[in-house]
């Protein structure tokens, strides 16, 4: 994994260096700039070396004929098994590592006039790069389709360009201005969703986009998506399919030339991972890979003992990270969350991601997760919510749904009053209610985009949280939280095969035994006994105690904490302390991040715009 960045506009070039700078945390391993000798562009990478750890590997990598420069972060899975076949087919290498083969493929391909896109659609992996070609003065820039890894891009004068891993390295070259239009897409989904960053002239590319600039002039194609490129006349994928890919794909990312561990919990996903990783090892004769979980104070959030348990059947060192408990610790690591992130974020979990980065970097620089797991396989209850309104509640008149969701009011339990709201209506009012995660009705929240409802309910929520909620929310944590440490997260779950089994079957089909039952029924037999039944509490912190905490910490007395918190909210004051109420109770999940959204919210403007130009861990 590595930070790129790089500028087309000449006065930017000297900068490109101090962008990397803002990017260091990201690859403490090495740094380097290339600049065209036309003087065209500047292109620069920092270096987090888990494959091919000699200097040779270095980047910018430079084509044999100098014709292609290249930055790369990600890493392509089964870059050996690629590389061999790519040498038989007549490309000569010079280092082991998965960037010379993206160079070298991409290359071939512009070379013979065929299309680069189709070349990265055929790589599993996860990455963002940079291709300059010299001879054509032509400048291309990849996402992966998963969106794992970020890219963003800064538009400059006379159709001039800059490129980053993180926004906050634009500071270099040109002052942030805050978009605060954002706010109500932010409120609706505790994140922004791409292309809108927060930054005004700041784009994030959008999953699977190829972009490629010249001259000033954009023009950009698609990187297929593995789902789009299943066999749609094939038999429905069986467990046996579905465990031989995930398989694969752990083994795939445990190569690497340096220590590897992996998260554990509770849960199904990160818990399948670490058993299929633990086999591998044993199959190569390797140490297993080190475990990590979190721990909590509170019981009711607490995974520790399933994950011991799971990691002495599986005979794994487990590491216990506290999490952090005291406000001040709380406030400070939010704060530089808000930084990496370079906008709006409201996902609390973010700080909880930093301190276990933190922790796990201590010990090993790649590390598994079960990134994935809930989106691809339905393992969200709003997912059989969906299930049960199409099969049952919208048949029901809806004068009678209407009424039965006035009858229970928000004291009722979330699960029930969120599905009778959203329920109460068509399937658009459905999908709106339970995809929008403000409950501030004066807040004006929403969804960022409502996708095609003409097919099954289930499967559009599915496919929403795949395509947007997973690349804007989880694994933006995982990718800022583990670089910030210099932390590779590598995430199984997420290999194409893997994304393309699961999008053959279809959401009935993953939810016919429960949620995730293919991924259930495959993984099993891995794990002990009780693990699969067990009730997976997730990775959440105690956020009404948290919101609590950190507001009293920042404001002080109620009445300031009001007038902070709800400043660019119109309602009156009693509605203020009735919603304030409500999400300190801690009886109200909704509400109470509605509110921690709108306090994160009012943190990030009063962040000042020279701080935000360093995401270096600060806490």
């Known amino acids: 994994m590595c930070g790129i960045a790089g500028a087309t506009q000449p006065d930017d070039h000297s900068a490109v260096d101090t962008m990397l700078q803002r990017l260091a945390h990201r690859g403490p391993d090495g740094s380097g700039v290339w600049s065209d000798p036309n003087g065209k562009i500047a292109l620069g990478c920092v270096r987090l070396a888990t494959t091919d750890l000699t200097g040779q590997a270095n980047q910018p990598l430079i084509s044999t004929d100098g014709r292609f420069v290249l930055v790369f972060n990600g890493y392509i899975a089964g870059h050996q098994r ?40 055929t790589l599993s992996g996860q990455y963002a790069l940079a291709l300059w070609d010299v001879a054509q003065s ?30 906050s390295a634009f500071s270099a070259i040109s002052p942030l201005v805050r978009d605060e239009r954002v706010k109500s897409t932010y409120l609706a989904h505790l994140f922004v969703p791409a292309p809108d ?51 694969q794909s752990v083994a795939d990312a445990m190569d690497a030339d340096c220590e590897v561990g992996c998260l554990v919990s509770g849960g199904l996903d990160s818990a399948g991972v670490a058993a299929l990783a633990c086999d591998i090892a044993r199959e190569r004769g390797q140490n297993f890979p080190k475990a990590f979980v979190m721990g909590f104070d509170d019981p009711a959030l607490d995974e520790t003992e399933a994950a011991q348990k799971l990691c002495r059947h599986l005979g794994q060192e487990l590491h216990v990270v506290a999490a952090p408990t005291q406000p001040e610790d709380i406030y400070q690591e939010l704060v530089a969350a808000l930084k990496s992130v370079g906008g709006p974020f409201a996902n609390p979990s973010i700080v909880l991601m930093r ?28 997912y059989r919510a969906a299930q049960f309104y199409e099969t049952y509640w919208r048949h029901v008149p809806r004068p009678l749904r209407r009424l039965t969701a006035k009858l229970y009011d928000a004291g009722t339990r979330r699960e029930i009053h969120r599905f009778l709201a959203g329920g109460s209506g068509a399937r658009n009012h459905a999908f709106a209610v339970w995809n929008n995660r403000c409950v501030i009705p004066e807040c004006d929240a929403r969804i960022a985009q409502c996708p095609d409802l003409r097919g099954s309910l289930t499967d559009a929520m599915m496919h929403f949280d795949r395509d947007v909620t997973l690349p804007g929310n989880q694994l933006l944590m995982s990718d800022r939280c583990g670089m910030a440490h210099g932390l590779e997260y590598r995430l199984p779950l997420l290999g194409h095969d893997v994304v393309r089994i699961a999008g053959a079957v279809t959401a009935k089909q993953h939810l016919k035994y429960g949620p995730k039952s293919l991924w259930r029924q495959a993984v099993i037999p891995y794990l002990p006994a009780g693990h699969v039944q067990h009730h997976k509490i997730g990775f959440n912190p105690p956020v009404a105690t948290w919101l609590l905490g950190v507001a009293r910490y920042l404001w002080g007395d109620a009445n300031r904490i009001l007038e902070a918190i709800f400043a660019d909210v119109a309602i009156t004051f009693d509605r203020k302390t009735a919603y304030w109420k409500r999400a300190v109770s801690g009886k109200d999940l909704d509400m109470t991040l509605s509110v921690w959204a709108l306090m994160v919210w009012q943190i990030w403007l009063e962040l000042d715009g020279s701080d935000m130009g360093s995401a270096a861990d600060t806490a």
């Open 82 to 121: 690629k590389i061999q076949a790519a040498t038989r087919d007549g490309l000569t290498f010079q280092t082991r590592n998965d960037a010379e083969l993206v160079l070298q493929l991409m290359s071939n391909a512009i070379r013979q006039g065929s299309d680069p896109a189709k070349v990265l659609q």
């Open 138 to 167: 032509c400048l291309w820039l990849a996402r992966d389709p998963l969106g794992i890894k970020p890219l963003y891009v800064l538009s400059r004068p006379g159709g001039h360009i800059a490129f980053a891993s993180e926004i």
């Open 197 to 247: 960053t927060g930054k005004e002239a700041v784009k994030l590319r959008p999953p699977g986009t190829l972009m490629r600039w010249h001259a000033g002039e954009v023009s950009t194609d698609h990187i297929a998506h593995p789902v789009y490129r299943a066999d749609k006349a094939s038999q429905i994928p069986t467990a046996g399919d579905l465990l031989s890919a995930v398989r």
């Open 355 to 382: 301190c276990l980065a933190k922790a796990v970097s201590g010990n090993v620089k790649v590390c598994l997760s079960g990134d994935g797991g809930d989106e691809l396989f339905g393992g969200y209850p709003r």
